[in-house]
């Protein structure tokens, strides 16, 4: 047989039958591989690999010499769950036994999260409590919340404010008493001394229109002729708000209007049940309040001179914080030294004010002012009114 030689990275493999000699003196040395089931080939041929350094063979590769480690603790032994597990100790130490078991799920509403459920533990976080009430057969009234309030107020036991005093002001259109509803006649306003007028009253009235500022005009013209019409829901007098259709008479009050289901629109005008169209409207409004500045439009001049010319008078004037007590008067011969240039002096003027104090700050007192005669000149006088001090008198012969 010939030798084949190939060259492959400097090694050179040599096929000869004289290494099949060597091979089989050296299996006496070579531990036999275990027999695998399957038959085996005859091998073809045996092969060597050769190189410069050594000749190994293929059949045993070439075992690397270990680095030797240190030597590792030994591993901790766990014993398994659901299991008992038993620590043996030395004759002289105490033997102990542990037993583990499965952990359960935790209770949030219990402070033992391991505590197993069972029927014992049953009534013992919470019971029930229950009352019976018999009420004795017979003619038993319960109290009324009148009564219940005369017994609370005896005891003395409990705090209630005030009672609000009630309001008495009458609308002079729909005769209802106090503010209404926002949404309905809303707050009153006032026309003239003692008189008064709700806001939606006024505003829905078929000659009353508004100005940009928010004045009401023509509300005495509404008010003049409301007197002499009749409403069609309540029939009494001072309707004003009519149907806006041609040729029909039907009026009402406002408060009436919305009772008897008529209809209004956004630009002021009214329909009633009669004619009103069908089903809902684009321009229909429903929502009635009214929260910008809104009020009367009316002569001071000659709202005041009727205040003055009344002899007795049962009502206070008040502007601002200047409350009207009495005007006084001027005699011919006066007139010449009880003026300016931009006021008059009648004696006998008389008004008071609330105003700040002048021996406690964030206190208020009241200031009565006043003018007299004295040497034919007008004196102004000024009695300070506080809680807890005698009444202070500043005069001089000026204003100011």
Known sequence: MKDIVFCSNNCFVLYSAAVQAKNSENKESVPALPQSPMKERP???????????????????????????????????????????????????????????????????????????????????????????????????PPCEEEIDEFLKKLGTTLKPDPVPKDYRKCCFCHEEGDGLTDGPARLLNLDLDLWVHLNCALWSTEVYETQAGALINVELALRRGLQMKCMFCHKMGATSGCHRLRCTNIYHFTCAIKAQCMFFKDKTMLCPMHKPKGTHEQELSYFAVFRRVYVQRDEVRQIASIVQRGERDHTFRVGSLIFHAVGQLLPQQMQAFHSSKALFPVGYEASRLYWSMRYANRRCRYLCSIEEKDGLPLFVIKVVEQGHDDLVLTDTTPK
């Open 43 to 141: 091998p073809k041929a045996f092969h060597q690999y050769s190189n410069n350094i050594s000749t190994l063979d293929v059949h045993c590769l070439p075992q690397l010499q270990e680095k030797v480690s240190p030597p590792s603790s030994p591993p901790i032994m766990f014993p398994p769950a659901f299991e008992a597990a038993k620590v043996e100790a030395k004759p002289d130490e105490l033997k102990v036994t542990v037993k583990l078991k499965p952990r359960l799920k935790a209770i949030h509403s219990s402070l033992e999260d391991c505590r197993p459920p069972s029927k014992k533990w049953k009534g013992m976080k919470w019971k029930k409590w229950s009352i019976q009430i018999v009420i004795p057969k017979g003619s038993f009234k």
